[in-house]
Every structure is written in C-alpha cells, then in structure tokens.
C-alpha cells in the first residue's frame, strides 16, 4: 500500500516562501517519478512539477523560475520549495507518484495520490 502524505501548507503573505514535504511509504519512489499538482477552488486540476527518478525536474511555465522540486531518497521524500509566492498561488497542493521512472505534466500518469496541504496567498 502507498502512501503520500503533505504537509507544509499554510496562510502566508505574497512574496515569503513555503517549502511543502511529502513523504512516500510503501513499495515506491526511488524507482518512480514524483509530481505536484494543485488545485484552485472551481479550476482543475494544474501541473506544477515533477521530477523523474533520475532527478531531471521539469516546471509549468507559470512557477519556473520560483519554485524548485527536489526528491531525497534516503529519506523517500519529495520537496517543493516555493519562492516569491503570489496569491495566483493560491490552492491545494497534491504530491503524486508514478509506477514509471519518468512524469508527466498530465495527471494521468500518476497511480497514487495524497490528500493535499492549502497553500493560501494573500496579497
């Protein structure tokens, strides 16, 4: 059984930083590609990040530049630093897990799933 859990969400102020956890149990991630997505109330589902087992990272335009995705496998964790947030920032953030070493930008290509941590940016 796999596991994600997030944490690292809060209410903060535009322009601070937040660095969002998410570590893996269970028979995945050294192997597996990881990603972010998230969600602003009444919008789909959007690609932040996701970076492959290897380590290649690969960004939405929207938060290049200003976040970095990160994985520790010694530790089976998956980061998301956050910089120069913005309240366009603004929604819930998902960790998700590939069965394959390589990610994607679609949400199709993930098996697993966390509950997701809000991230809130006011202006």
């Known amino acids: 059984q796999v596991q994600l859990v997030e944490s690292g969400g809060g209410l903060v102020q535009a322009g601070v930083s937040l660095r969002l956890s998410c570590p893996a149990s269970g028979r995945i991630f050294t192997d597996n590609a990881m990603g972010w997505f998230r969600q602003a109330p009444g919008k789909d589902s959007e690609f932040v990040a996701t970076?492959?087992?290897?380590?290649?990272?690969y960004y939405a335009d929207s938060v290049k530049g200003r976040f970095t995705i990160s994985r520790d496998n010694a530790k089976n964790t998956v980061y998301l630093q956050m910089n120069s947030l913005e309240p366009e920032d603004t929604a819930v953030y998902h960790c998700?897990?590939?069965?394959?070493?390589?990610?994607?930008?679609?949400?199709?290509?993930?098996?697993?799933w966390g509950q997701g941590t809000q991230v809130t940016v006011s202006s």
């Open positions: 998700a897990a590939s069965r394959y070493y390589t990610g994607s930008a679609y949400t199709t290509s993930y098996d697993y």
């Open positions: 970076i492959w087992s290897g380590g290649n990272p």
